[in-house]
């Protein structure tokens, strides 16, 4: 009789994996094929822990990019010319009140002429990134951008956050492309942990005011939060479905020693896979950097990411003397480097991976520029 009982037992279990496989077999086809996913096909797909289940997710995602995207890999140039920044959110190491930041500012013609330098290496597009800073109005990087655009033939990204819409307005009309505000996280309760002065609804407002201006726009969230959960990462995909953006970028937390969350643990680089690859087959044809992040936790994490379904790289060209002093998170991968060398770099892996370097500003799959 016992040995009935095992048999029995056993013959269940086989069963129950058959069946277990058939149903992840059925989602990830319908993943491939159209995206259309529910809420509990989300979270079934970012709860995966088996690692042949996890290739194979890996997989559709790389394939629905080659499907929609193609296999080039965009690259854009960054300037990061300011870590002055007005707020104060408990990840960043750039909040206001870390006392220990040595804070600068890139002038107005040093900006220009470092975007221009870029531009003249056939790089297409110029990512301006810094904290809040008011410092820098709308009227200071209208000029900027105008100074840039009338000696360059580039797009120009801003990635400088939360801004009335008349800044944005005047920023647009002065030649600006794209805009960069990833919305960290779409839980409300977990943004408003994170973010003291500000709210989930004014950040969504702004991407909508940025969309209704014409931006090509970018969202993006943080994987692996004090506090996340699962769930939380499926709003996220939700969130990003119903916007539609066209640039998205998702990169793990990482721990500052000088923030609030000095002491939490970093973000996994296999959630962080996960969660790029299904946001790739859930929204097809958005242009996805594989992050500096990424490859900060991994040695390998940007072929990682490119392989899951990226097609973006953002070598660093602030200058060195500035570079080191922006520092989100420690350790930040290339900050010491000369951008000719990690630029260098950067186009290996994406030949060794069988991709191709793109030529050009890549503007949206979405929309024309």
Not at 159 to 175: F, H, N, Q, T, V
Not at 242 to 256: E, K, N, S, V
Request: aromatic residues 6%; negative net charge; proline residues 5%.
């Amino acid at each position: 009789m016992p040995v009935g009982r095992w048999t029995w037992s056993a013959a269940f279990l086989y069963n129950s994996l058959v069946d277990r496989m058939a149903v992840f077999t059925n989602v990830l086809e319908k993943a491939r094929n159209s995206g259309d996913l529910t809420r509990e096909e989300i979270i079934a797909l970012l709860s995966l822990d088996d690692a042949d289940d996890i290739a194979r997710l890996v997989q559709a995602a790389d394939e629905v990019r080659r499907e929609c995207v193609g296999d080039d890999v965009h690259i854009r140039g960054l300037i990061e010319f300011s870590n002055n920044c007005a707020q104060n959110c408990l990840y960043c190491g750039l909040r206001r009140d870390n006392p220990d930041v040595h804070r600068y500012r890139m002038t107005g013609e040093e900006i220009v002429e470092t975007a221009v330098g870029i531009a003249g290496k056939k790089i297409g597009t110029i990512v301006l990134q810094s904290g809040e800073d008011p410092w820098f109005t709308a009227e200071r990087m209208a000029g900027i951008i105008h100074g840039i655009k009338s000696r360059a033939d580039c797009a120009i990204t801003l990635s400088i956050g939360e801004r009335p819409y008349e800044d944005y307005r005047l920023m647009k009309e002065a030649g600006a492309d794209r805009y960069l505000l990833r919305h960290e996280t779409a839980s409300p309760e977990l943004y408003g942990r994170l973010h003291p002065d500000s709210q989930f609804e004014s950040r969504r407002q702004c991407l909508i005011d940025l969309r209704e201006l014409c931006y090509q726009v970018g969202a993006g969230c943080m994987v692996g939060l004090p506090g996340q959960t699962i769930e939380d990462l499926a709003n996220d995909v939700e969130f990003l479905r119903r916007l539609d953006p066209d640039m998205i970028g998702i990169g793990p937390f990482i721990a500052h020693p000088n923030t609030p969350l000095a002491e939490s643990p970093g973000g996994d680089l296999t959630l962080t896979l996960k969660m790029i690859a299904v946001v790739r087959l859930v929204t097809r044809n958005a242009l996805m950097p594989a992050t500096t992040a990424v490859g900060t936790i991994d040695e390998f994490g940007i072929e990682k990411a490119l392989t899951a379904g990226a097609n973006v790289v953002m070598p660093n060209y602030t200058p060195l003397e500035y570079r080191v002093y922006y520092e989100i998170y420690p350790n930040k991968r290339c900050i010491t480097e000369d951008p000719e060398s990690c630029i260098g770099r950067m186009s290996a892996q994406i030949l060794s991976i069988g991709r191709t370097v793109a030529e050009g500003p890549g503007h949206s799959y979405k929309r024309n520029g």
